[in-house]
């Protein structure tokens, strides 16, 4: 498909919803149009446990020509508390770490060039996660949350650390969108997933990050001449003048 450079989006569901109407996605593939490909690798309800498992399908070692970054977006599904109703997705804190370390280092070898950017699970509302559950389930909704801020906050933090330690870019989701008053309804649609305002914040620090990281779409060339530089009567000059 051509010469086009290649941006990856692994990670759970906030990472697969990312090409609805508003996703952070899609709003990423608009701003690289013609410039970069956007990859949505994204498994809902995935952790970083099961994570593991995709990595040499998705980044096998020997490609000739890897991805220009890559963001891992995981976290959100790990932290799910134990003896809860979605306890099956836990995974322990120092599990988390080793496991985030270990796709790191799998990038690393993949490629020593591509940008690596970790984000922090977002904050959770325990409040919308009971009103989505009650919507789903009435009266037999959970009473205790599945998922609670505090938890997912241990999460984040541990994320950071690890990017910190692996020297790699990250996005501190989990205090960002908390300095917005009213954060819970404004930026989470069921106290977990993203509204399209949420959406826009992590695509705002993403970009943030790609333009620190050398990635910006307005420094990266056009796959093709523009249609301005094509002369009506001799078009192939403009295509010759780019070697094609």
Not at 90 to 96: A, K, L, N, R, T
Not at 100 to 112: A, C, F, G, N, W
Not at 117 to 132: A, D, M, N
Request: proline fraction near 6%; charged fraction near 20%; include cysteine.
């Amino acid at each position: 498909m051509g010469s086009r450079a290649e941006i990856v989006l692994l990670g759970d569901s906030i990472t697969e919803q990312s090409f609805r109407d508003g996703g952070w996605g899609a709003t990423l593939a608009n701003a690289y149009s013609r410039k970069a490909d956007i990859l949505v690798r994204g498994y809902g309800g995935y952790n970083t446990k099961w994570a593991l498992f995709l990595l040499h399908h998705i980044f096998p070692l020997g490609s000739p020509k890897p991805p220009i970054a890559t963001t891992i977006f995981f976290g959100a599904n790990d932290a799910a508390l134990l003896g809860r109703t979605s306890e099956r997705q836990h995974v322990p804190i120092e599990d988390y770490k080793q496991n985030l370390r270990k796709i790191v280092l799998h990038l690393k070898e993949y490629s020593p060039s591509m940008q690596i950017v970790l984000i922090t699970p977002p904050p959770v509302s325990e409040e919308g996660r009971q009103r989505y559950a009650e919507s789903l389930y009435g009266e037999n909704a959970m009473k205790l949350p599945e998922r609670t801020n505090e938890v997912t906050g241990q999460y984040a933090k541990a994320c950071v650390e690890i990017a910190k330690e692996m020297s790699v870019w990250y996005i501190n989701l989990w205090p960002k969108m908390q300095e917005t008053d009213g954060w819970q309804d404004k930026f989470l649609s069921d106290g977990l997933h993203l509204t399209p305002e949420g959406n826009t914040v992590v695509y705002q620090e993403v970009i943030k990050v790609f333009n620190e990281a050398g990635l910006s779409a307005d420094k990266m060339p056009l796959d093709f001449p523009h249609h301005s530089q094509i002369d009506g009567k001799n078009p192939e000059i403009a295509f010759q003048q780019q070697g094609l």
